[in-house]
């Protein structure tokens, strides 16, 4: 069977039993717009994106993929790691922001991203979050990636399923997007 016809738990499987034909095609090829989203959405373009991946999948990996292991096949894998994924990165962003001294952050400063550009760039994603009409859509960005509320807390306030608001978190990232005037789809 062709790697590209596996399903998510076999993929899962695979990643698990160290498949490095599988490990590499997944987060390489099949996670590459996740990547490239994070590329140019968190960090601005600033970084390259091998590192992006390396850094991933050392957290991923990590007690024996810990954290793979406690995807429970309630969404797609893709979605899933666009998720964690995110999360992580912005979360690493914030940290080497408040650091100060951090070697990577200063590698970045050299790059031109400095926490005077990122206080810009939140100034501006507050404005574009305004700007967004759906009030829902909004709510679902602040909480999931702003506020980093887990998906299960907010689908359950929401009254609605994870996999519905994966879908809702889709369609306003996508209308942020809009809003902030970068239309190009980066989701698979």
């Avoid at 016809?5 to 099949?30: C, G, R």
């Avoid at 952050?105 to 990122?118: R, S």
């Amino acid at each position: 069977m062709n790697i590209d016809q596996y399903t998510d738990e076999q993929i899962v499987d695979k990643i698990l039993a160290h498949d490095q034909s599988v490990i590499e095609y997944f987060f390489l090829k099949k996670c590459s717009p996740v990547f490239m989203y994070i590329l140019h959405s968190v960090f601005d373009g600033k970084i390259n994106v091998e590192e992006l991946v390396n850094e991933l999948l050392l957290y991923l990996s990590e007690n024996n993929w810990h954290k793979l292991r406690q995807f429970d096949f309630r969404s797609r894998l893709t979605t899933w790691v666009r998720v964690v994924a995110v999360r992580f990165f912005v979360k690493k962003r914030n940290e080497l922001i408040e650091r100060g001294g951090y070697s990577a952050l200063d590698t970045m400063k050299e790059q031109g991203f400095t926490p005077h550009a990122f206080m810009d760039r939140r100034m501006d994603l507050q404005k574009a979050l305004n700007a967004m009409p759906n009030e829902r859509y909004r709510k679902v960005i602040v909480a999931l990636d702003l506020k980093e509320m887990t998906p299960e807390q907010l689908a359950k306030e929401m009254g609605i399923t994870v996999d519905n608001l994966y879908n809702v978190h889709r369609r306003a990232l996508l209308q942020l997007r809009c809003v902030m005037g970068r239309k190009e789809d980066y989701y698979d």
